[in-house]
């Protein structure tokens, strides 16, 4: 079982509980080891939310950062993530104060999808209605 908590994610495998540290993955941009979102895509993958993306690699038991190859529009950076969603064909819905993007795992690519609301209407949450997203 996995928890997102404010000092980082943390796993209990049902005898003990393993903090991995964000704050120690070099150029993570962390900003805060508060953990705002954990979702698994359609291969088992973890993804962890905060001011960056991040996935937890099972083979080395080790959090890494998502380093994208492209965001379309270099003006838009990614801020804190506060839901995710899986989408259409194994994508990733997620969102940020910037608005809305879908990332492939695929590819590591990120798109920006669009910003819905003002600055004051953050999208805080998601929830895929089947293939409808």
């Known amino acids: 079982m996995w928890f997102g908590t404010n000092d980082g994610l943390c796993r209990y495998d049902g005898f003990q509980i393993k903090t991995y540290q964000l704050d120690d993955i070099q150029g993570s941009n962390a900003r805060t080891p508060q953990i705002g979102v954990i979702k698994t895509d ?3 993958n973890l993804l962890i939310g905060n001011y960056s993306l991040f996935r937890y690699n099972y083979d ?13 529009d270099s003006s838009i950076t990614i801020g804190r993530i506060h ?6 064909d194994g ?7 910037n608005g809305l ?3 492939d795992p695929k590819n590591n690519r990120v798109l920006f999808i ?5 600055n004051k209407n953050n999208i805080i949450s998601l929830f895929s209605d089947g293939d409808q997203l």
């Open 42 to 44: 359609t291969s088992g």
């Open 101 to 103: 993007f879908s990332f």
């Open 60 to 72: 080395t038991d080790q959090i890494e950062k998502v380093e994208f190859d492209s965001l379309q």
């Open 91 to 97: 994508l990733f819905i997620f969102s940020d104060e």
């Open 83 to 88: 839901a995710m969603e899986t989408g259409p």
């Open 114 to 118: 669009s910003k819905l609301f003002s």
